[in-house]
């Protein structure tokens, strides 16, 4: 079974000033006039040819009605709501769903498909097979991270270098974790094909995360154990122990776990992902008019090109 995590957390530092600290954008239409990016993200797990089960979300505190909200307007019931009091990246915020799967699942080892609430994918169905394939090698206590097939040799993003292919030519070992490179070496990492961008969403078991975030990392296992601990439940909303959790270490999974474990297992996805961190990528990732014009709202363009036109109260021209 699967248990989708979705990491809302973001501060809205990018994006600005359409995205903000008060309404960042996960919780915008950015691709899609109907749906938030967190309620696509959700949506893109309907008629998943497995069940899943109800999503478990981390997020800040102060956006805590906000995505009860975004959940109601989409008809998702049973949802998990687990409130940061602080950020403290994601190794943290994933050991808390993790401890809330581990407690309300304790007969099942659930595989736990962690997603980001930003995320845009074209093609849901791609999508849903790279994750089929994901499911197959978590359920071989592995821990699988999913590497975005490269368009262009770009340097915002952090690089997966593959190591042996497994049975399915969509499927390598991890060799390791690249920071964001320099212009000329995020070439080399597109000719040579060994590489691809790192997407920042994963799955594993339950056990197999929590083990191996013991092996590597006890002091963030140990905080976040003794604030869960410490939790309390607030309407939908779970509270986890404040100065418990002030003593987490700050800490992706990347540097946390994956770059540490020999279990490591990339799935390649080639599904149109783009995580809409800058205005260019909202261009290239909405559709466009004939004069390749991205529109949103009331807006007049005239002799207008290439341009990304975001109206939200009152007409521009």
Known sequence: MIVPVILAGGSGTRLWPLSRQSYPKQF????????????LTLKRLENFPKPVLPPIIVCNEDHRFIVAEQLRQIDIKQASIILEPYAKNTAPAITL??????????????????LSADH???????FQHSILLAEQ???????????????????????????????EKSVYKLDKFVEKPDLQTAKHYISSKKYLWNSGMFMFQTSLFLQELQHFQADIYESCLNAWQHKTTDLD?????????????????????MEHTNQGIVVCLD??????GSWSSLWQSNPKNQNQNVIFGDVIAEQSQLNYIYSSSRLVT
Do not use: C
């Open 120 to 126: 845009y994918i074209a093609d849901v169905s791609v």
């Open 237 to 257: 909303f779970t509270r986890i122990g404040l100065q418990e959790f002030k003593k987490s270490p700050e800490n992706s999974i990347d540097y946390a776990i």
């Open 137 to 167: 090698q978590a359920q071989l206590e592995q821990l699988v991270v999913f590497g975005v097939t490269p368009i262009e040799p770009h340097t915002g993003y952090g690089y997966i270098q593959l190591g042996q292919p497994i049975t």
């Open 28 to 39: 915008l239409h950015l691709v899609d006039s109907q749906h938030t990016m967190l309620q």
């Open 271 to 276: 599904a149109g992902w783009n995580d809409l």
């Open 97 to 114: 769903a993790a401890l809330q799967a581990q407690e309300l699942y304790p007969s099942h080892n659930v595989s736990l498909l962690v």
